[in-house]
């Protein structure tokens, strides 16, 4: 009876922690990116991080100076990532 149990609780664990590690390779990709371009122009975004979220993407949070500088931020996300994710990933960005 145990071993009958132990075999779906093993497959469902496994499905888990695979999950969990695309999610994971998934949202350190997209950070890498969304820094690389941060980083280019470090004085307007200086005031942004990149976190990882549950849903497994990464999203930039905080401010910027300008709706100039989010423009040129959502546009770029929109280039890299298309148009539903980037405009997710722009809920975290304010203007000051």
């Known amino acids: 009876m145990m071993t009958t149990l132990a075999v779906p609780i093993a497959f469902v ?9 695309i999610y994971n390779n998934r949202a350190e990709y997209q950070q890498t990116r969304i820094e690389e371009y ?3 122009d470090p004085e ?3 005031q942004l ?4 979220a549950s849903n497994g993407w990464a999203y930039p949070l905080g401010s910027v100076n300008s709706q100039e500088d989010y423009d040129r931020l959502s546009q770029e996300l929109h280039r890299m990532f ?5 405009e997710q990933m722009m809920y975290g960005v304010e203007i000051q």
Do not use: A, F, P, Q
């Open 38 to 40: 941060l980083n280019k």
């Open 13 to 21: 664990i496994g499905h888990m922690v695979s999950t969990l590690g």
């Open 82 to 86: 298309g148009d539903e994710l980037s």
């Open 44 to 46: 307007d975004y200086r």
């Open 49 to 52: 991080e990149v976190e990882h």
